[in-house]
């Protein structure tokens, strides 16, 4: 079950998992039949994992169901070490899990480390927010009366997860629920399975009790079919495209799931002439070519003020040149492979499009020499606002720049989507950055910075980005219900 290639560079081979995870043991399909899971970057097969459906989903569901009795009265204190056990232990196998994460996923080893450290610190938030989830005690409304609320874990919850960001999609939902009592099954992408699992192997090595944490791959229809439908799922969180994302919602309806929906995207990025340019297009390389722009956070329309677009254009496109392509692995690679040729194509017509239309390319444009996957990172100039790239969510390194003349004008620019996710601007009036912060119909607003996602600030989206927001002390509560007690003839 170990003796793959990527299995034989680890310094602990047994987080290669080809098997997934529940009620504490590692099995195959019933099947037994499995999927091809293949490296974006070279082609080649990583491993394969079961190609498990309804009955093994339903099977993880009662095995999450029995252990969520004892689970949710093991005291706070408790989980909160078993939680930071798990981070320590992500942290010792950092090299291990990064290894892991660039075979399938492609993006380079330094921000795969990166991802890690982020998905870890989700857990150690939650391992902190663990002994905080305190009720309240209402001032009494009658004589004799006494008025408590107290917070419960909602019970099994299932979280369903993207290619982008294999781990920290996983830990930002797993973290609050586990944390907070809740148990859980784990339904990681068909492309990135294997950092899902290896998290499964230590979570287990920390300490979470077996049901806790099931883990199944294989069918999306069916497993999403079976964790959308079973009542005893009470808790749905999504993160992926909003067509599934609405359709999980339907699915959802009958069993009246909470429900937690991270979405598309379709980030502004705006400069303003009294924006300091250069900090401005360090800003826009993080905020549009990390993960090779496969991002819903990812600037997805650059709207720059006439001032200042020339010098903005070019200091862009300067830059964008020099971030070197290729295999993951290698040193000093700062853009990886996309995840699959299907990200290539739509790169590729929404960049054929904007050229139909009157933009021009100043930096990349193209398939990079390396063939399969690569794209050269790109620039495109004099965008015309009825762009499909305007409209339509990229998940690519492409930065397509649009010309705008006033605050106004920007504004109505950056809120003309139906989606709501992250934005970003840089300018320096304080007034500007109030009023605009203020006007931006986004759950995120990044102000002179191109990152904004950490653990400790509510990372979400309103319109059609999404319900719920995940890490920050917000996170905890979409695995919470509130009980109202009264109690009467206390005197
Ligand atoms: N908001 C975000 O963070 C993300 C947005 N996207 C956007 O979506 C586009 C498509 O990407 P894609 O990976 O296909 O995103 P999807 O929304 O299809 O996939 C996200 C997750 O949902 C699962 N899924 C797919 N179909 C179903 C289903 N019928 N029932 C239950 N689960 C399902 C996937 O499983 P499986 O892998 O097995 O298909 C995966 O685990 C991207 O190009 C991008 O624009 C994509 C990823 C993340
Ligand atoms: O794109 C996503 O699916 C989530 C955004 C990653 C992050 O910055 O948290």
Redesign the pocket.
Known sequence: MTDSTLASKLKDPDLFREAILIDGEWVPADSGETMDVRNPATGELVGRVPKAGTAETSRAIEAADRALASWRKVLPKERSRILRNLYDLMHAHIDDLALIMTAEQGKPISEAKGEINYAAGFIEWFSEEAKRIYGDIIPQNLEGRRLLVEKAPIGVFAA??????PAA?ITRKAGPGWAVGCTGVI?????TPFSALALGVLAERAGLPKGVCNIVTGS??Q???ELTSNPKVRKLS????T???A??LEQCAPTIKKTSM????NAPFIVFDDADVEEAVQGALIAKYRNCGQ??VAANRMLVQDGIYETFARRLAEETAKLKIGDGQEEGVILGPMIDQN?VL?VEEHIADAVAKGASVVSGGKRHALGGNFFEPTVLKDVPGDALIFSD?T?GPVAPLFRFKTEEEAIALANDTPYGLASYFYARDVGRIFRVSEALEFGMVGVNEGFISTEVAPFGGVKASGLGREGSKYGADDYLEIKYIVMGGLG
């Open positions: 369903i997860t993207p290619w982008n960001f999609m339904k990681p992408a068909s492309q999306a229809g497993i999403g079919g999504f993160t992926g495209s067509e599934i994302g359709m999980l991270e979405l598309g995207g991002a819903c990200a739509k969510e998940f």
